[in-house]
């Protein structure tokens, strides 16, 4: 699985990124908005994980290309506030799979995109 991890906290999003890897993830980290809209122009991703309060407030704006270059991307929320605790980001990124609210568990990260994501054999399947 390859995954885009949108979080601008360097230490969490290199905690999350060690164990994506160790579970046998392939992990691209952007901590910016800028940083993450380049790595969607140039690649495809079978998952995002995106944190929702970036320095530069791009988080919807990261969503809505994400979703324009790859329409099925699944998209895992994560946030510290509980501004959205009322399911209304399903409704400003329709591939929000999930909303997780930090500090998030890597094993429970993990758990989440491994749900949302076709395993190797199941894409083959459907090829």
Do not use: C
């Not at 990261?62 to 209304?88: E, H």
């Not at 329709?94 to 749900?115: F, G, K």
């Amino acid at each position: 699985m390859k995954v885009l991890l949108v979080q601008n906290n360097k230490g969490l999003s290199d905690l999350w990124a060690t164990f994506l890897r160790r579970q046998g993830s392939e992990v691209i980290q952007a901590y910016t908005q800028s940083e993450a809209i380049h790595q969607l122009r140039f690649q495809t991703f079978d998952a995002l994980v995106l944190d929702l309060v970036l320095p530069d407030g791009g988080a919807i704006a990261i969503s809505d290309f994400a979703t324009y270059k790859q329409p099925d991307v699944p998209i895992v929320a994560v946030t510290s506030g509980s501004f959205f605790s009322d399911g209304s980001i399903f409704e400003l990124i329709p591939n929000a799979r999930s909303l997780m609210r930090t500090p998030v568990r890597p094993n429970d990260l993990v758990a989440v995109l491994d749900h949302y994501t076709p395993s190797d054999s199941e894409a083959v399947k459907s090829a």
